[in-house]
């Protein structure tokens, strides 16, 4: 019953193999790129903490009314509020959920837990990791020699201590897990979705791999001819990628490398709202930013000209010497 | 000693917790005070300190002023010898290349074992804790320096649950858990240095920070301390310490 | 057919190999002929087939001329979409990317199996040939056309060490060894064109090169040839595929 | 006994304790790093086949007449030929060993092997790379899918078929390779040994971080400042490097990544000589190539200003569009 969360390897195959993996444009809406999205699916979310996390395509999940997701991500900050507070997910598999280390506890991440309205499964950072690389590389398990010995290993029986055939040490062999969907955002691909991540990658790369389809939301669509100019820069290849949505400033109010800090202001303002009444507060927040705006650059808009401005200033700054 | 300057608790956190730290070393650091805290040690006496980050980076320089939100943060990358996978880096420390590993804590007990996942029963949580993040991973792999707050619900005799495990259940009960390296090295508060019974691995007062007692410590702390035979006194933070702190960190977001 | 190009036994193998790919597909290509093929079938009919080399290439477009000495050179990497390392593009296979495994071969059995290691006893080998290369990971993890010359040799009924595993025994020892994806899909010689059947699992004859007869075929292989029930006789090289080869393989490289 | 060739995993962690980690300069000369290879050593060679082999750093060993090297290689190629002919090494753990795939079967090869005087222990190329993975993870060992079934995996009693305790499947567990010291060469690094790689990188990186000490040697030494410009770029951190060695062309006759391609007139020469006569051609050749020249650039005045020039016209060429 715990083994069945691993995925046989015929099945991660014969999904794989059903799947088009050809050369070809795949450019699309959010809207479109939604419907590989359903229902009760497990799905893995890029970026970490305030980074490069895929928020547009969260927002139109939230928008489309999604529900009991399992969600996946490195670190999970506001977008993990998000996603339980407006019930598009029950369930996130995480090493670390708060809004961000500035503002202390998550009032919402803790209303659903200690309460019993969602679960948050927690593993050590490298853990999600190691379970990512090991479903992009298309083995059941891999071994780590940490979570031993703590209290993060009694909570999960889905990881089997073993003494190793090798050398009698103990290991943990963590499952791989191979998400039904991954968000990511990056800062370019081209349309076919070859896609390059400048500065960090975190676990991408691996999170790519691993899921049975890819809905990439990018800053710019660039060029084939572009991409072939800088192959080392390639991070996710094209036959990974069922769906690509050019979405600027997608990772808004969080940050994208070299192109924008997160926006901090409105960040503080959504903390202290939420904090102060997780369910009303959460409420009228994915009213007014999430439901009510008719396009993500009006979302934008209600973010405010001047903070998105000042949030690529200093990202861009990044650069300078 | 009324040329002591004046210093707030985070800040004399920051600065003891600095120069625990020797030049040369890698440095695996948590955000917050250990950031701030190895920073501070590479402007100091340190150059040659190489600060490693959760997010993916090796041999950062924050900049003075920016220091970043999260270890997850572009900020982080700022002047960076090489970016990395989050894993990619964590498994430098299970492969070994990690001097120290610098966090802070919600929680400690007297093996130095971490909790900052629950408060109260786990099954039926007092209060869900965000989490290990990478702590279960660092404290599991290297030495480890604490960094944190000095209250009597935070020194407790056990942890409700352990994240980021010290010594387990002390005397060789961290190895038998298949952690053969590592372990707990220093915890800095702003009351006092702690270090570990070589042999039970149970925490101990090396070092009194200025002006604190052995009564102030031990009414703090929620068991019984052991007092290392010659107990230091810490001196306190200097002028220049401090210009450099406040300097690195003007809007006081770790140590307000 | 007097108005039949003249073409080499090189030449025919590249040109029948290439027809086996089709647009969009993800093929992973050895050096040699393979590539050779791959290249061609990209220029003929499928651009957009997406050629992977195991020195850790996505996507390569190889320039006229240009064909690189092995699939380690930097002339792999000339246009492609990406580079990895060279143990991360196996693992794409691994993963189940990749549609098709290409390959030469220095022998093999009725079942697929490939030999590149030793020609006799392993323990006191007649000759130690170079080994597997990626071969047996790419067999052991996609389905493989195989492009090889035809000689009694090469063909034998059981290859003397399995390097890159076809059907092994045959039936379903493929599955029961721990390879339950991938196997032998082609097999291209300068005589014919070969499959394997669906339940035995051993090698077949589908199609016939032209000027080709059965008794030609059969005796040139060391083991009883089963013929499909209907025989193909393969189209013959066309102007147009034989100028664009000869286009990209000038010095005649692979094609002597 | 089998077991003995994984390191346990305290010896790991106690060589890298005692090993000098600090940031700090380490630019010495070849024979300087030679020092850090003893007899009988486990040494690891990056780059594959024809490119970015550490030839200079093998020329260097081969001149001070080291012995009983166990060696480790993606693919090898004349650099295999020379450490056998040499004497420096009598057993080669790689994939695929030959000259090239221009010219056939490596009579030198053949000759060390058929006649017992060497060992080559061959390995999938996956199962390679995993070796070099895991030891650069730390752990002992990681699951493949491949080899199972094979003649090579017969040959290999030091890999463990298991059935695997999450689907029970059959998966292979290669052992951990952590070389006792590793020869890379590289593009450009910084006097600490931060090392930046272009191009295809092989299995380098994961090579660099399983070895116990690690010799690099670079086309160009570059400041720090430089290194920091472009941190995506990095590939091996300072704190894996225990040499630093400045070797213009020092992959000659093979090939550098957009610097210079393979010198194939020498490697034609070369081949035709050692394979006409594997003893005698080869005790001139490394009379001639090895022992002979007073210094690196000797030897490569020896190949030819005509032909390191023509190589480097077609390595740069790879930039143009």
């Given at each position: 019953m715990l083994n069945a969360q691993v995925e046989p390897y015929e099945r991660l195959r014969e999904n794989l193999s059903q799947?088009?993996?050809?050369?070809r444009e795949k450019v699309m809406t959010l809207e479109e790129a939604a419907s590989f999205v359903q229902d009760g699916m497990k799905v893995g979310i890029g970026g970490s903490t305030m980074s490069r996390t895929p928020m547009a395509m969260i927002w139109e999940l939230v928008r489309q009314r999604r529900k009991n997701l399992s969600c996946s991500r490195a670190i999970t900050s506001t977008d993990g509020d998000i996603l339980f507070g407006s019930g598009v997910s029950d369930h996130i598999i995480t090493s670390w959920f708060a809004q961000g280390i500035l503002w202390g506890l998550s009032k919402v991440m803790r209303r659903h837990v200690e309460q019993g309205l969602a679960r948050y499964e927690e593993w050590s950072h490298m853990a999600v990791g190691m379970r990512f690389r090991a479903g992009g590389m298309g083995v059941p398990f891999l071994p780590i020699r940490?979570?031993?010995?703590?209290g993060v290993m009694d909570q999960r029986p889905e990881a089997k201590p073993i003494d190793c055939p090798f050398t009698g040490e103990k290991l943990l062999l963590v499952p791989a897990l191979n998400p039904d969907v991954a968000l990511i955002h990056v800062q370019r691909c081209d349309a076919y979705g070859n896609a390059q991540i400048d500065g960090l990658q975190f676990m991408d790369i691996d999170l790519a791999l691993a899921a049975n389809r890819v809905i990439l939301t990018t800053e710019r669509i660039v060029s084939n001819d572009q991409i072939r100019r800088a192959?080392?820069?390639?991070?996710?290849?094209?036959?990974?990628?069922d769906a690509v949505v050019e979405v600027p400033y997608g990772s808004a109010p969080h940050e994208c490398f070299g192109l924008y800090e997160p926006m901090l202001k409105h960040m503080e303002a959504y903390v202290g709202q939420v904090n102060s009444d997780p369910v009303e507060g959460m409420r009228d927040y994915l009213e007014r930013?999430?439901?009510?705006?008719?396009?993500w650059n009006e979302y934008l808009s209600l973010i405010g000209m001047e903070e998105v401005l000042e949030a690529s200033q200093r990202g861009r700054s990044i650069y300078n010497d | 000693m009324t040329d002591t300057p004046r210093y707030t608790a985070s800040e004399i956190l920051a600065i003891l917790s600095s120069r625990q730290l020797k030049d040369g070393q890698v440095v695996f650091a948590g955000v917050g005070t250990p950031l701030l805290a190895a920073t501070l040690a590479q402007r100091l006496r340190c150059p040659g300190l190489t600060i490693l980050f959760e997010g993916g980076v090796v041999g950062a320089f924050v900049e003075p002023g920016k220091?970043?939100?999260?270890?997850?943060?572009?900020?982080?990358?700022?002047?960076?010898?090489m970016v990395l996978g989050s894993a990619d880096v964590l498994l430098l420390l299970q492969r070994g290349y990690v001097d120290i590993g610098f966090m802070g804590g919600a929680q400690i007990d007297q093996f130095g074992n971490l909790n900052?996942?629950?408060?109260?029963?786990?099954?039926?949580?007092k209060t869900r804790l965000p989490g290990t993040g990478g702590g279960n991973d660092i404290s599991s792999l290297t030495n480890m320096i604490v960094a944190m707050k000095h209250e009597k619900r935070r020194f407790?005799?056990?942890?409700?649950?352990?994240?980021s495990p010290g010594f387990?259940?002390?005397?060789?009960s961290r190895a038998e858990s298949g952690l053969p390296a590592g372990g707990m090295f220093r915890v800095i508060t702003e009351l006092a240095v702690f270090g570990f019974d070589a042999e039970t691995r149970r925490m101990k007062v090396l070092a009194l920070n200025p002006g604190v007692s052995r009564e102030n410590v031990q009414d703090n702390t929620g068991f019984d301390l052991v007092f290392d035979e010659q107990i230091a006194i810490t001196a306190p933070p200097t002028e220049h310490e401090l210009e450099t702190l406040r300097m690195l960190d003007p809007e006081r977001l770790f140590t307000a």
């Open positions: 799947r088009d993996r050809s050369l940490s979570m031993l010995g703590s192959p080392d820069q390639t991070k996710i290849p094209f036959f990974c990628v930013y999430f439901y009510a705006p008719k396009s | 220091l970043p939100p999260s270890t997850n943060d572009q900020r982080c990358t700022k002047r960076a010898n900052s996942s629950f408060i109260g029963d786990p099954a039926a949580p407790v005799e056990h942890v409700d649950f352990i994240t387990i259940r002390g005397g060789t």
